[in-house]
Structure formats: structure tokens, C-alpha cells
């Protein structure tokens, strides 16, 4: 009986995670919070998966989507499609998405992204260093930096990246 209940556990606890998360990410706004002291954003240099190094300073004068996720967190796993389908729609202007993952190992990303479309950089934070620098309630978390530096807009938890009016929101970033 223990054997059964050991193994059923962690499947268990990721079911009741999906029907308790899922529903309240698909009901919640998908709208961005504004940052109202618009504090600088945190500097980083982190590989991605082929090994080329971002910084995000080289990126200063275009606004940046950091993404903050983990392949076994339910909400991020849910939300990348979205980010994908949402590059596709940005990608060739002045924003940049960058998805940070949080510990683990390539491995892992690797396998989680291997069958999905992603063509923005994903990049590695295995010591969690960059996410140890913003200020994190859990996962997933965003922020939209603005063309100086300054974290403009967050979003605590998924969101659907593609919908227009958080497109809306991220693009009147450039143009400010």
C-alpha cells in the first residue's frame, strides 16, 4: 500500500495543481500590471540553449520581455505556446522575449521545448542568480522592460502572451 501511495502522490499533487491553477489562469485578465516606481532592471548575462551568451544590457533601447519559468511548474508549461504564437507576432520589431529558466538542467528544458515551435532565446539560469535579483513571488513571473532600463509592466502567474490587448500593452512601450 505504501509503494502505491508513494507513486501516486507526486501524479496526484500535479493533477490537483493543473485543476486548481489551469481554471484561474484561463479566468484571470491577461492584461499587465503597471510597475509604478519603475525600478532598473536587474543585469544579467545568461547562456541560451546553443550556448550564446545574452546580456541583458546589449538589448538596452528596445523593450525586453523576461519571462521567468521552470519545466516543472504547470503555469510556465501552460504559457509557452502562447509566448511562441506572440514572437511570431513581435518578432523583427524593438521587443525582445527572453525565457528564463530557473534551475534544473538543459536536459530538461530540452525536452519540454523539443516539440514546440519556440524560436525566441531560452535562456539558462541553473544557479538562479538573475531570478534571485527581481523581486519573485513564484512562478511563472514576467517583466516588460522598457527602452531605458526601468521594468515598465509584470505579470505574476500565465498569462495567453498572444492576446492583443497585453500585445497592445507591451508595444505602447516602443513608442513611448
Keep these: ?26 479566468k484571470k485578465p491577461n492584461l499587465l500590471t503597471p510597475v509604478t516606481k519603475r525600478p532598473p532592471a536587474s543585469g544579467f548575462v545568461l547562456a541560451d540553449l546553443d550556448g550564446n551568451e545574452h546580456r541583458l544590457a546589449d538589448y538596452r533601447g528596445r523593450v525586453v520581455i523576461v519571462n521567468f519559468w521552470a519545466t516543472w511548474c504547470p503555469p510556465c508549461r501552460f504559457e509557452i505556446p ?20 530557473v534551475g534544473g538542467d538543459e536536459d530538461s528544458v530540452w525536452q519540454f521545448i523539443g ?45 495567453e502572451w498572444d492576446d492583443p490587448k497585453l500585445l497592445d500593452q507591451i508595444r505602447a512601450l516602443v513608442k513611448a
Design 82 to 101: 502562447s509566448m511562441s504564437r506572440a514572437w511570431k507576432k513581435i518578432e523583427g520589431t524593438a521587443v525582445v522575449m527572453l525565457a528564463i529558466h
Design 115 to 159: 516539440d514546440m515551435d519556440i524560436e525566441f532565446p531560452v535562456l539558462m539560469d541553473v544557479e538562479s542568480k538573475a531570478a534571485d535579483a527581481y523581486p519573485m513571488p513564484g512562478l511563472p513571473t514576467t517583466f516588460i522592460v522598457g527602452p531605458d532600463g526601468r521594468i515598465e509592466l509584470r505579470a505574476i502567474g500565465g498569462r
Design 1 to 26: 500500500m505504501n509503494v502505491l501511495r508513494n507513486r501516486l502522490t507526486p501524479f496526484l499533487t500535479v493533477v490537483l495543481a493543473l485543476v486548481l491553477v489551469l481554471p484561474a489562469v484561463a
